[in-house]
Nanobody
Framework: QVQLQESGGGSVQSGGSLKLSCAASKHTIRSYCMGWFRQVPGKEREGVASIFLGNGNTYYTDSVKGRFTIPPDNTKNTLYLQMNSLKPEDTAVYYC?????????????????????WGQGTQVTVSS
């Protein structure tokens, strides 16, 4: 069982930056996927970015490419998401997830059965 805890959310103006953190309760296995997802009330949860810990490959949804990155300085217990050039449409609750990759791999899409462990989420609000 892996427990995940997000932090780093907050309120920023459009164009600003935030860095989210996801602390895992134990060392995540190198063969795990870890990812970031977000959800707006009344809408489906969507994938944002993810990484396969086995080789460091990262994946990003089109709407965040060039603005969000999973930096290479992730520790064994913590995953980060650096968010730059934030837009009001990035406003959402951001969730961290982890799990062993299945047939769908580590891509940040939802639902993806590779992700079996979820955090409680952290709110990100971007004002115009």
């Amino acid at each position: 069982q892996v427990q995940l805890q997000e932090s780093g959310g907050g309120s920023v103006q459009s164009g600003g930056s935030l860095k989210l953190s996801c602390a895992a309760s134990k060392h995540t296995i190198r063969s795990y996927c870890m990812g970031w997802f977000r959800q707006v009330p009344g809408k489906e949860r969507e994938g944002v970015a993810s990484i396969f810990l086995g080789n460091g490959n990262t994946y990003y949804t089109d709407s965040v490419k060039g603005r969000f990155t999973i930096p290479p300085d992730n520790t064994k217990n913590t995953l980060y998401l650096q968010m730059n050039s934030l837009k009001p449409e990035d406003t959402a609750v951001y969730y961290c997830a982890a799990g062993r990759p299945g047939p769908t791999g580590c891509t940040p899409r939802h639902p993806n059965p590779s992700y079996t462990y979820w955090g409680q989420g952290t709110q990100v609000t971007v004002s115009s």
